[in-house]
């Protein structure tokens, strides 16, 4: 019973560099979220996807870009990784089910980049 | 603009009393929220929730009150247990948008103290 799995797990970049986060989940959620988290900040998020084929902005978008493979995979790319894109990433997902639902998160990625 | 607040970035409280944190939100769209856990090097874990429709939503030792007036939640813990040491996110959602594109909190560090 997997849920929401992450890859890496972690992550040392040079500046400039790029890299696409992993994302997938085996729950047949149609929605799936991507959080970062920094000391202070809490979650804040980042792209969003409500269904295959869509994808929308968060709180913080500048500097990332999203992929709705499918229904199971969403990923995050940092086309041009900088030190204030150093954090923790999550993943999430959830299912829009009557009035109430939660997201599922996965373990996160703690990507440094220096 | 943090439409999620929580102003106690942490607490501390014996074994077996009550422990209380707080948040308040801006967004009077805002008709569903959560409260999350999460430990370090972990991804968040649901805890509980609650509809707008409700005032007060009980799972075991855990209640969470919404006063709508106010724009306030708050969690309840109580006996608190040493394993509750964690952070508490609580976030909050609009239902019926298609997808739940949930705002989270800074954050409070809860500590229980044997």
């Known amino acids: 019973n997997a849920g929401v799995t992450q890859t890496p797990k972690f992550q040392v970049l040079k500046t400039g560099q790029s890299m696409t986060l992993q994302c997938a989940q085996d729950?047949?959620?149609?929605?799936m979220y991507w959080y970062r988290q920094d000391p202070g900040m809490g979650l804040r998020l980042i792209y969003y996807s409500a269904s295959e084929g869509t994808t929308d902005k968060g709180e913080v978008p500048n500097g990332y870009n999203v992929s709705r493979l499918n229904k199971r995979e969403f990923s995050l790319r940092l086309e041009s990784a900088a030190p204030s894109q150093t954090s923790v990433y999550f993943c999430a997902s959830s299912e829009v089910t009557g009035d109430d639902t939660e997201a599922f998160f996965g373990q996160g990625t703690r990507l440094t980049v220096v | 603009d943090q439409q999620v607040k929580q102003n106690s970035p942490s607490l501390s409280v014996q074994e077996g009393r009550i422990s209380i944190l707080n948040c308040d939100y801006t967004n009077s769209m805002f008709d569903y929220f959560l409260w999350y856990k999460k430990y370090p090097a972990e991804g968040p874990t649901f805890l509980i929730s609650i509809s707008s429709i409700k005032d007060k939503n009980e799972d075991g030792r855990f209640t969470v009150f919404l006063n709508k007036s106010a724009k306030h939640l708050s969690l309840h813990i109580v006996p608190s247990q040493p394993g509750d040491s964690a952070v508490y996110f609580c976030?909050?959602?609009?239902?019926?948008?298609?997808?739940?594109?949930?705002?989270f909190g800074t954050g409070t560090r809860l500590k229980v103290l044997a």
């Open positions: 976030a909050a959602s609009r239902a019926g948008s298609g997808t739940y594109k949930y705002i």
């Open positions: 729950m047949n959620h149609n929605s």
